[in-house]
């Protein structure tokens, strides 16, 4: 219940989670999405109120569109209504098909690529009147407020992989190489292994930081001009 919501909110922010996460949909969508995604716009709308009052300021909402039989003014509507919430990030992305999901076996009526198309480019002057700025390919922010987590696989930072078919990355400043694990994909076959000694269950390589590498790590590049000024890089 509500209740029960707000204190949750308030012991995540006296505990130091400095962000929550809300994914909002509309209540059409139920019985043709998977119920997993679904949170209604009452629900979204509930959850950032709680989070609000109990001090969060830093605040995401997860947005598809391109959802079945979704129209070009749902979509746009569907935006609007997510920027009224005032969150500081916004991950605004288009619904995928992924291989070996029940959803990509039978899929429903999804708009055309020109619909899924125009919905970006109605919806993208919405955010961007409203002081958000386009850093990745779909996630906007407002000043000051691009996710750390997102910037640091652009600044090719480090990161640890935890669970079934987690990536992992470790750089060896000493000897100027990279390491990374990928850990085994079935849930499975992961639990067999977890308790044991620390092991690289799959190596990718272990390789010398090329140029390209480092010039991700530039700043620059992830404001999209580094890499595009870069001499000898398409």
Known sequence: GGDDTGSVMVDLFKNG????????????YAGVVPNAYLVGMTEARQAVHLAHAAGFDNLNLDLMFGLPSQSVDQAVDDLCAAIELRPVHLSWYQLTLEP????????????????????????????AVRGYTQYEVSAYARPGQ??????????????V??????????TDGANGVIRRRWKKRH???????????????????VEQVDRVERI???????????????????
Request: contains cysteine.
């Open 216 to 234: 991700a790590a530039d700043d620059e590049a992830v404001d999209g001009a580094g890499l595009h000024e870069a001499p000898g890089v398409l």
């Open 17 to 28: 989670i400095a962000c929550v996460h809300v994914e909002t949909w509309r209540n059409a």
């Open 100 to 127: 070996n999901t029940l959803f990509h076996a039978r899929p429903p009526q999804l708009p055309t690529d020109d619909e899924k198309w125009a919905m970006q480019e109605q919806g993208q002057p919405q955010l």
């Open 187 to 205: 849930p499975q076959d992961y639990l067999s292994t977890a308790g044991g000694e620390v092991v690289e269950l799959d190596r990718v390589g």
């Open 146 to 159: 691009r996710c750390r987590h997102n910037l640091n696989y652009w600044r090719f930072g480090d990161y």
């Open 161 to 170: 992989g935890i669970g079934a078919g987690a990536h992992g990355k470790l």
